[in-house]
């Protein structure tokens, strides 16, 4: 559906050349959920915009749904569904009717593009406000509206360029379903970019890690976070000679995790450390050594982005699963 061989893009900037992508190849196949997740600035709108020939690259190739970005953007158009970050809907029409106008454009029946239009209005919660101009909607409300337009013609190839960003969390979890839905019932190939990790996590099966430019890593989260961060294990004794001792002369199963005492506690991070829980336990008890209690904690994609980059994602400004106060829209 994608393939991308060593895809760049430079802008001059006061004379300056600012490499925002620098030789990305990228191959998507169709029914693919992908995130292009990475920091502001890491290059993912960019990378958006030359595979929906808004943008063209400065060098390097792009095919998109059989088609050349750059020599065939015309068919690339007619294929894709593409949501940016600005808002697209006109401003002196009623919502609901340039969701119609723009189904039609697309070529649906009066009727179906009334009935997709109702739907949409629906499920992105527009009910309320879709028959009002669109310039007294708030930023959310027309963010929402936005997102409805790139999906009236549900299109085999949708890209969506910071979809959550300005909703509340509410309105997020829907259009997450809704994307899901897509998919579901159309097979819909989905890229999206984010830097909600959350949002990466639970809508992407596959997460391209974006960092200056670059493709830094490219699985699905599980497997990004049982390759580059470990589950912590925090086992808890009865008495701190106990947990000294276990952390001075842990068990062979753990050897090579990273072991820190603490007190009455032993933290282990090891890579699939969930599943030696149990083992650990019997040779721990064999020994001797009580444990009180034990705590797994999975690691987030922003410990992958961490260990990866030795910076957090978080730092530039991503907000925290169940934070998202900083950016949702007032009411
Ligand atoms: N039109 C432009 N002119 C000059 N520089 C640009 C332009 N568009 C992007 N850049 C620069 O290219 C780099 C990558 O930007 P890009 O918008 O692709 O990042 P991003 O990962 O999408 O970030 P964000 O999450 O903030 O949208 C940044 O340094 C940005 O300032």
Do not use: W
Not at 26 to 49: D, F, H, I, Y
Not at 190 to 199: C, F, K, P, R, S
Not at 223 to 230: F, K, N, P, V
Not at 281 to 302: F, G, M, W
């Amino acid at each position: 559906m994608i393939e991308t061989q060593n895809l760049t893009r430079h802008f001059t900037v006061n004379k300056k050349t600012v490499e925002a992508v620098r030789g990305i190849d990228l191959r998507v196949e169709a029914g693919e959920m992908v995130a292009l997740l990475g920091p502001n600035g890491a290059g993912k709108s960019t990378t958006l915009r030359m595979l929906t020939t808004l943008l063209p690259p400065t060098s390097g190739t792009a095919r998109v749904a059989g088609f050349d970005v750059t020599t065939q953007d015309r068919e690339v158009r007619r294929r894709i569904g593409y949501i940016g970050q600005g808002n697209g809907a006109g401003h002196s029409q009623r919502g609901r009717d340039e969701l119609i106008t723009q189904g039609r454009a697309y070529g649906l029946s009066a009727a179906a593009a009334r009935e997709r239009a109702g739907e949409l209005i629906a499920s992105l919660g527009l009910t309320e406000v879709a028959d009002r101009i669109v310039s007294s909607l708030s930023g959310g409300q027309r963010r929402r509206l936005d997102i409805a337009m790139g999906l009236i013609h549900a299109p085999g190839l949708l890209f969506l360029d910071e979809p959550s960003t300005g909703l509340d969390p509410q309105n997020r979890a829907n259009l997450q379903e809704h994307i899901r839905r897509l998919r579901a019932e159309h097979g819909t190939t989905i890229v999206l970019t984010t830097h909600y990790l959350d949002e990466a996590d639970h809508l992407a099966e596959r997460v391209v890690v974006i960092d200056h430019g670059r493709i830094i890593a490219d699985a699905s989260p599980e497997r990004l976070r049982s390759e580059h961060a470990g589950d912590r294990i925090t086992l808890t004794f009865d008495h701190a000679e106990e947990a000294r001792r276990v952390a001075a002369h842990p068990p062979g199963l753990i050897e090579g995790a990273r072991i820190e005492h603490d007190g009455t506690r032993v933290v282990i991070e090891a890579t699939g450390g969930a599943r030696l829980v149990p083992e650990l336990l019997r040779i721990l008890e064999k020994e001797n050594s009580a444990v009180v209690s034990v705590e797994v904690v999975r690691p987030t994609l922003d410990d992958v982005f961490l260990n990866l980059t030795g910076r957090s994602l978080r730092e530039d400004g991503a907000d925290l699963p169940g934070t998202t106060g900083g950016k949702d829209e007032v009411a």
